[in-house]
């Protein structure tokens, strides 16, 4: 048995690409993705996750007319493959307070910098890289984190630094960041997560 995991992604889908490795190199013992939702029927993930054998389907806001109806749709569609633990991969849509209250502790997210810095609302993709690279920092890294209602506000699970180097661009520091940190954190968080949703699940079952 395993826990049933849905990505949900934005574009290209490297974090993505990064979990189904891990799940392919048997790092992801106690989790299964069994579904991939995408924000945009352009979002090259979701060729990723035809390559994987992994189903897909597309909702948006703007396709359903409100964030309300999309969420419902989502809801819907995460109920009919059994999901268990939400992860954001480089999903760039802002989920309601009502829809992470409903999963509360069970949607991961992984954010481009060490939170608190260069975190919240409108700090996503290269503007986080900028953002270190005007303000001088000689560290950065990434952070894996539950979502709540308050954009890159929930609490910590696991953190990784990389460092600054002389004559970076916001491009290459982007990638440094996501060989180095995120697409090593974010299989960890998923399986530490999965895992613990399964002895959870176990314990009542033996109660």
């Not at 049933?4 to 799940?23: C, E, R, W």
């Not at 480089?90 to 829809?99: H, M, N, P, R």
């Not at 699970?157 to 180095?180: F, I, K, N, Y």
Request: glycine share 8%; with cysteine; proline share 4%.
């Amino acid at each position: 048995m395993k826990t049933k995991i849905a990505v949900f992604v934005s574009g290209g889908g490297t974090n993505l690409q990064a979990l189904i490795d891990a799940a392919d190199a048997g790092a992801l013992p106690s989790g299964e993705i069994v579904l991939v939702l995408a924000s945009s029927p352009k979002a090259y993930a979701l060729e990723r996750a035809a390559k994987a054998g992994i189903p897909s389907a597309v909702v948006s806001a703007k396709a359903e007319g409100s964030q309300a109806a999309a969420e419902e749709k989502m809801n819907a569609l995460l109920a009919e493959y059994g999901v268990e633990l939400i992860v954001l991969a480089g999903y760039l849509s802002i989920l309601s307070e009502d829809f992470t209250r409903r999963w509360d502790r069970r949607i991961l997210n992984i954010h481009p910098s060490l939170i608190p810095a260069f975190c919240g609302k409108g700090y996503y993709g290269l503007r986080v890289h900028e953002e270190a690279l005007r303000r001088g920092v000689k560290v950065t890294g990434a952070t894996v984190h539950f979502v709540n209602e308050i954009p890159d506000g929930g609490e910590i699970l696991l953190q990784q630094a990389v460092e600054v180097l002389p004559g970076d661009t916001p491009e290459v520091l982007q990638r440094r960041v996501m060989e180095r940190a995120e697409w090593k954190l974010l299989p960890r968080a998923a399986e530490m997560v999965s895992k613990q949703l399964l002895e959870e699940h176990n314990h009542v079952e033996n109660v």
